[in-house]
């Protein structure tokens, strides 16, 4: 039988080790798995690659995880918030790396690795600094810029419903990064608020299907 | 001369929304459009986290904490609306469905450069988000800006010399003294605000200016 509930957040983190890459979900505080990232923080893993949209908001969460001096290398696209003292301190002191992708970018380079894709063109950048040193391409009548795919060890993320097999069901804009970041990582963990049994969810309405998820937390 | 303020400028760029169109507004001034769109027109905003069909503000005590715009502040979804993943905003976004992106500006070049994002100073950190999407991605980049610096530089220029955040994407500059269009031969002044007349809008601007036949 498969079932992929996990009793706790120490639990279904409890392998991930050091130097790992981590793509954590959430846009603010929208899709954020506070009680994984919690967890991670307990667990100890250092010199981790870090991908989300931010690099973190006030004292809890990412922000904790930084302050912690955990995280090695952030990749993000947009770091500098009025509340992101954590990343400001360690990114002023040279103790974290960033790597700055545009927004969709950053969503393309998720979705591609979770597809199996090995580059792709986008025009997004072309002619700016984010693009110094990338190969270019002219296609038909537009510049493009070669990118490359962003695999991840494990991905966290926070979802509204899940059923043992690990299909998924997301609450509004909570969506957000957390089905492209489900297909890119190894090992897929979800922090949900509701488990159901399996044939609650509409088939209709799954958003992530179970193939992409590994681990399943109720909190 | 009567400048216009911030929330004038937004309501002469809302004017021109047409029925029907799906609009990006960028943070920071451009979100000021939303509250001037034509009443009686549907035009669906977007954005960029995930959502089509971005309502106002909610009255306060009926925040979710699950629905925000891309500044991450409390919203709401009209009667329509949709979500979506990421990965499909940012779809909707370069693969030219959008009609129209709302940006602000640190400066537009007289051949549509914008800069934006950055101003390149050494200990800046710099943060891109979405902007260098919707400038390329929008089938129309408006810039809504103050027509001069603090110093009263022009921000219109011959090129631009904060980083760019896409090359050639800017269609039309709304500012707080014109409207102006940049073509393939260069711009063209849509609209002064009273009391300003044409040579003393080239002498601010520094760049040349072409001017419209129904502009005064």
């Known amino acids: ?219 | 001369m009567k400048k216009l303020d911030r929330k004038q400028i937004a309501a002469r760029l809302a004017r021109d929304i047409p029925e029907g169109a799906y609009v990006n507004l960028g943070i920071g001034l451009p979100t000021l459009v939303a509250d001037f769109l034509p009443k009686g027109r549907e035009i669906i905003l977007h954005s960029e986290n995930g959502i089509l069909g971005l309502g106002p503000k909610p009255a306060p005590g009926e925040e979710d904490e699950d629905v925000m715009n891309a500044g991450k502040e409390p919203a709401t979804l009209l009667t329509g609306g949709a979500y979506f993943h990421h990965a499909d905003s940012f779809g909707m976004i370069r693969g030219r469905h959008l009609d129209f992106a709302v940006l602000g500006a640190f400066q537009v070049s007289v051949t549509g450069d914008l800069a934006n994002w950055h101003t390149g100073g050494a200990d800046d950190i710099p943060a891109v988000g979405g902007a260098m999407d919707l400038a390329v991605g929008a089938k129309k980049v408006l810039v809504m800006m103050e027509h001069l610096t603090k110093k009263g530089e022009s921000k219109i220029v011959e090129r631009c010399t904060y980083p760019l955040t896409g090359a050639r994407c800017v269609d039309r500059i709304y500012t707080d003294l014109a409207v102006i269009d940049v073509k393939a031969d260069g711009l063209h002044v849509v609209d002064m605000v009273e009391g300003l007349d044409f040579q003393e809008l080239q002498r601010l601007t520094g760049v040349p200016l072409k001017r419209l036949a129904s502009a005064a």
């Not at chain 1, 930084?66 to 952030?74: G, L, N, Y």
Request: with cysteine; hydrophobic share 45%.
């Open chain 1, 1 to 219: 039988m498969i079932n992929k509930f996990v009793a706790s957040p120490e639990a279904a983190l409890a392998d991930l080790p050091n130097g790992a890459t981590v793509m954590i979900h959430g846009f603010g505080n929208a899709g954020m798995p506070s009680a994984l990232i919690d967890a991670l923080i307990a667990q100890g893993a250092r010199d981790l690659t870090i991908v989300n949209n931010n690099a973190g908001n006030a004292d809890s969460g990412l922000a904790a995880l930084i302050a912690a001096k955990r995280v090695r290398k952030i990749l993000c696209s947009f770091p500098r918030q009025s509340d992101s003292w954590h990343f400001d301190k360690a990114y002023r002191a040279g103790e974290i790396e960033l790597e700055l992708v545009p927004q969709g970018t950053l969503a393309e380079r998720i979705r591609a690795a979770g597809a199996g894709i090995g580059a792709f063109f986008t025009p997004t950048a072309y002619g700016t600094r984010l693009a110094e040193g990338k190969e270019t391409r002219r296609i038909g009548e537009r510049d493009y810029v070669l990118e490359y795919p962003i695999h991840a060890d494990y991905a966290l993320i926070k979802a509204d419903r899940a059923d043992r097999w690990g299909n998924l069901t997301y609450r509004k804009s909570a969506r957000n990064f957390g089905p492209i970041m489900a297909m890119a990582a190894k090992t897929t963990v979800v922090q949900v608020r509701e488990t159901v049994e399996l044939g609650e969810l509409d088939p209709e309405h799954i958003v992530t299907p179970g193939i992409f998820v590994q681990r399943i937390v109720k909190h």
